[in-house]
């Protein structure tokens, strides 16, 4: 049809409604009203509750979140009679989420997703969340007399860069640069408490699983009089002697009393040998350089604990002259769980805090303003009596820096300005000890990072062995080499004390391989939320960036991408703790049962995992 035959229907069309009265004001009226009918009819609503799924009682002011399959939201609360109304959604699959303080969804039995057609209206929708327990008991002496303001914190088995450690549930793994400590109003709330006159104490906020009661209080008698300790339920001096307590679902468990006994403790001494620049007159700045000590306790199950963390001021010996080293502030970082410091003798003599029996990793390091200067740490044995240590070397940071280079395959999607570079410690020291600020933006001004041309320092990292990692690297990149000279170092890691003084050259790549798959249970139905693992050849675990993790959608689906190339093992399980992926004992109990896999540069697998179940 021509424009001109176009032009004569249109016009004729015009003349037509207004000799009968039509003008356009009135169709275009009556056309949005039709519009609107259209989509009233066409959208859908939801009206339900939400109820306590022990007691059945219906709860107010719970967030009801509705997520379709396209990304859009919806948020409403429950009223006072536990109902709510979500209306004007797009027809599709919306995915339920609940959240009230106090409570948590038990997936288990909880609605997960629900359908919808045009113009369905759903109505008597039942969602239920379940209460969270509690633990209660007291904290008693020897002769069952009272122990006031005792520290009394809820701990459960974590895992920090493979490393099993004991911190409260939900608490900081560290990543940021920040450790937790007993006593510090990081821990999560109802996971910590204090004693009252009576020594009694209650946890809560805490979901169902194993838990241990740690106790830190000033109660301890020692030869040294008085000193701050930690105690697990019942009274013991490590993991391995420790009791753990259930806690069921939305139920207090009663009576965890810990009857505190007082041990032997004993100290360990030893020598700091600081480097120069740990000397306030080696300072460029105003701010005088700290002192920071850490003791993490650790057990022949491999269980850790920080028993101890302290900021001191006292003088230090470098070089033959002592040295005044000045305290400042670092926030959280100052804890006063352990009342009795870390203390000079004898001229650059220390000694510890009294301890108990056992392993015991005693770190220091100097910095100022938040950035490490030197790190030094020794382990000590406890049996029964005092340990001379020895030397205590502390070694200076040193910078790493080096260029990175991008590969034609991916050139175009990749920022040099956007991308994180991290370095990963695999030693395993307390966050505070790795660096302050172990991050750097690769692309901020060259006095931090990296030039145009792609060159990089981080220039503040402390002696010891580590691994490069990114982030905001585009979904299908991967590391594909770390050199000095020919020798790639992405799977040793890079000795900072040898080798720092050499320039790195990283080389980016991809597309990486990726697999897709889905994850079923024994009756093969879907399982959502499972937690897929993907661990690389024994040979290269040491290389924390091969691991992968993802958790299954509501269909039992998940994707990985940007995997470098090698062999694998991959498992699945319908709950895991985060990061026990990458603890070599929980990953032998399953070894025999993982799907082995092999990554192809570009290669797409498609994969179908049997759900390891909840014991």
Not at 322 to 349: E, H, K, M, Y
Not at 350 to 374: E, F, Q
């Amino acid at each position: 049809m021509g424009v001109s035959q176009d032009k004569y229907l249109i016009n004729g069309w015009r003349s037509t409604l207004h000799k009968i009265g039509f003008v356009p004001s009135v169709l275009f009226a009556v056309l949005s009203v039709v519009l609107l009918m259209s989509a009233a009819q066409s959208s859908a609503s939801i009206e339900g509750s939400v109820r306590n799924q022990l007691s059945g009682v219906p709860l107010t002011g719970v967030q009801v979140v509705l997520k379709n399959d396209v990304g859009r939201s919806i948020s409403v609360l429950t009223d006072g009679n536990g109902t709510f109304t979500a209306g004007d959604l797009a027809p599709g699959r919306y995915v339920v989420s609940l959240s009230k303080n106090g409570f948590y969804s038990d997936r288990t039995s909880a609605l997960e997703s629900i359908s919808l057609k045009a113009g369905e209206n759903a109505k008597n929708v039942r969602l239920d969340l379940m209460p969270k327990s509690g633990i209660t008991g007291r904290i008693l002496d020897e002769d069952y007399k009272p122990i006031p303001s005792a520290t009394v914190v809820a701990l459960q088995i974590q895992y920090d860069r493979g490393r099993r450690v004991l911190r409260p549930p939900g608490a900081s793994s560290g990543d940021s640069g920040s450790e937790w400590s007993p006593g510090a109003s990081s821990s999560p709330e109802g996971t910590q408490s204090f004693t009252d006159a009576r020594g009694g104490y209650r946890l809560f906020n805490l979901q169902p699983g194993e838990y241990y009661i740690g106790v830190w209080a000033n109660h301890s008698k020692s030869r040294l009089g008085d000193v701050t300790a930690v105690q697990l339920y019942p009274n013991a001096t490590s993991a391995d002697e420790a009791i753990v307590v259930t806690v069921l679902p939305g139920i207090d468990t009663t009576g965890i009393d810990v009857r505190w006994k007082n041990h032997p403790t004993y100290t360990v001494r030893f020598k700091i040998l600081a480097p120069p620049i740990c000397s306030k007159d080696d300072q460029v700045t105003v701010a005088t350089p700290t002192l920071i000590f850490n003791v993490i306790q650790r057990t022949e199950t491999g269980i850790s604990i920080r028993v101890g963390h302290r900021t001191v001021e006292a003088p230090i010996s470098i070089q033959g002259t002592t040295r005044q080293i000045g305290q400042i502030g670092l926030g959280n970082l100052v804890s006063t769980t352990t009342a009795n410091p870390f203390r000079i003798i004898d001229g650059d003599v220390w000694i510890s805090p009294p301890l108990y029996r056992g392993t015991y990793d005693i770190s220091v390091s100097c910095g100022v303003i938040g950035i490490t200067k030197a790190v030094g740490q020794l382990t000590a044995q406890i049996t029964n009596q005092d340990v001379d240590g020895g030397a205590l070397v502390m070694r200076p940071d040193v910078p790493i820096s080096g260029h990175v280079s991008v590969a034609p395959s991916i050139a175009g999607q990749v920022d040099l300005k956007k991308l994180l570079i991290r370095y990963r410690d695999l030693e395993w020291r307390p966050r505070n000890l790795e660096a302050y600020g172990d991050l750097m933006f690769v692309g901020l001004p060259s006095d931090l990072s990296i030039l145009p041309d792609g060159k990089f320092t981080i220039p503040y990292v402390p002696a010891g062995r580590y691994i490069l990692t990114f982030t905001g690297l585009p979904t299908n990149a991967y590391v594909a080499s770390v050199r000095i000279g020919a020798r790639d170092l992405r799977d040793t890691g890079i000795d900072s004390a040898a080798e720092g003084a050499a320039p790195l050259e990283v080389t980016l790549d991809g597309p990486g391989g990726a697999i897709d798959g889905v994850v079923r249970n024994s009756s093969g139905i879907p399982v959502s939320h499972a937690q897929v693992g993907l661990i690389p050849e024994q040979k290269r675990r040491s290389n924390f960036s091969l691991f992968k993790s993802a958790s299954t959608d509501i269909d039992g689906r998940f994707s990985l991408r940007g995997i470098a190339p090698g062999q694998y093992d991959l498992l699945a399980w319908e709950s895991s703790p985060n990061g026990a992926y990458l603890n070599a004992e929980y990953l032998r109990v399953f070894e025999n049962k993982a799907a082995k896999i092999s990554i192809e540069r570009g290669s797409v697998n498609q994969v179908s995992l049997a759900a390891i179940p909840v014991k």
